[in-house]
């Protein structure tokens, strides 16, 4: 369907293209009544055609090569390098074939840019912005990430703003609020930018579990261990690869666990065991439900090694 219409939008350019000229070299100004309508005419006809045939080229190009990329990140931006570059020339066509000169209205539109680039600094920030964002890639169409202060998946990069899907806002755990957030592009040149799985698309998380301190902390640790192991050891060291490939090619010195951990803190009446594990970055709450409420089920199997806090203090 897409190829079609870019097709016919193409062969409609051409035809009005032809019919242009056909009509200023065969048409006498006497046989309008408005003085010199059929110049008029023929330029109409030859800025629908520049308009006609830019559409039809950026609709078959989307078809044959964008809509094939088979990495939805990619596609979304040369989608938007298309739209700009082939907007910019059929604006600058259309301004040609009214005014029949192509080198003044290039000047124009420089000595313009120039005039309006002070009135409309933040558009042009924004903008400046974008290609940033193409170029260096901060984040892309799919990531978790936190601009300005403001946390979601990133669902849309246009030229002048992106659009996220929040994610935790006001809710306690980092999950999807239903509303979206639409943030400048060139807060990516003012402000911090966190993306929370470009490294090796996972992050670290924690899920906390309470005991008391009469509890045999080795089984307890090894019950939490072996719990992370069944639900993401496969998982964990897949990623943990990806970490140390990145890691292979960076500068850093890191000492990294090759699997999960638990840490123990010491509180005033109980002990807190904290497994860390590494989950996706739009999945963790999920993920630690599912860890918490398999240890939880494991500890209390055990009630003679497991004991949990109670009283007032807990």
Sequence with gaps: ????????????????????????????????????????????????AVALVTYGIYRLLITVFVDRLSDRRRAHDARNILRLVLGLVALVGVLGAFTEQWLGVLVSFGVIGFAITFALQQPILSLIGWVYIVIKRPYAVGDRVTVAGVSGDVAEVDFLVTTLWEAGGQLASNQPTGRTVTVPNSLVLSSEVVNHGDLFNRVWAEVPVQVAYETDLAFAREVMLDVAEAELGDDMRAALRRYSRRLDNSPLELDVADGPTVNLAQEESWVVLRLRVLVPPTRGQRVRNRLYERILSELTDHPERVQFPVGRNR
């Design 1 to 48: 369907m897409s190829r079609r219409l870019g097709l016919g939008a193409f062969v409609a350019g051409l035809l009005a293209a032809v019919l242009a000229g056909v009509v200023r070299a065969t048409t006498p100004l006497s046989d309008f009544a408005i003085p010199n309508a059929d110049v008029l005419f023929s330029k109409a006809l030859s800025a629908l």
